[in-house]
């Protein structure tokens, strides 16, 4: 079972990024995935959420930024970031959940310069 995450960088204030998370092992018709990030000193934060059925949700602090997509054939989550700010400046993690295990992948680093 496998999460791997990349798409991270260095972006300036206001612009985009988009991350993807390819998985393995398992499918995203059984799993629900999510987003997380973390900041230096701060908790891990879910930034957004996709069901196995489609349903999306987002934090508060990215809500009419940040997308969420997926493609259940390609084994594919994306998060397409935009309008970034400073405080967006994150590790980003890959999660999925089912009703029996909590998936991690590793994280990709997002810094944004103001």
């Known amino acids: 079972v496998q999460l791997q995450a990349s798409g991270g960088g260095l972006v300036q204030a206001g612009g985009s990024l988009r991350l993807s998370c390819v998985i393995s092992?398992?499918?995203?018709?059984?799993?629900?995935m999510g987003w997380y990030r973390q900041a230096p000193g701060k908790q891990r934060e879910l930034v957004a959420g996709?069901?196995?059925?489609?349903?999306?949700s987002y934090g508060d602090s990215v809500k009419g930024r940040f997308t969420i997509s997926k493609d259940n054939a390609k084994k594919t989550v994306n998060l397409q970031m935009n309008s970034l700010k400073p405080e967006d400046t994150a590790v980003y993690y890959c999660?999925?959940?089912?009703?029996?295990?909590?998936?991690w992948g590793q994280g990709t680093l997002v810094t944004v310069s103001s």
């Open positions: 092992g398992f499918s995203l018709y059984n799993y629900d």
């Open positions: 996709i069901s196995r059925d489609g349903s999306t």
């Open positions: 999660n999925g959940k089912s009703v029996v295990k909590f998936l």
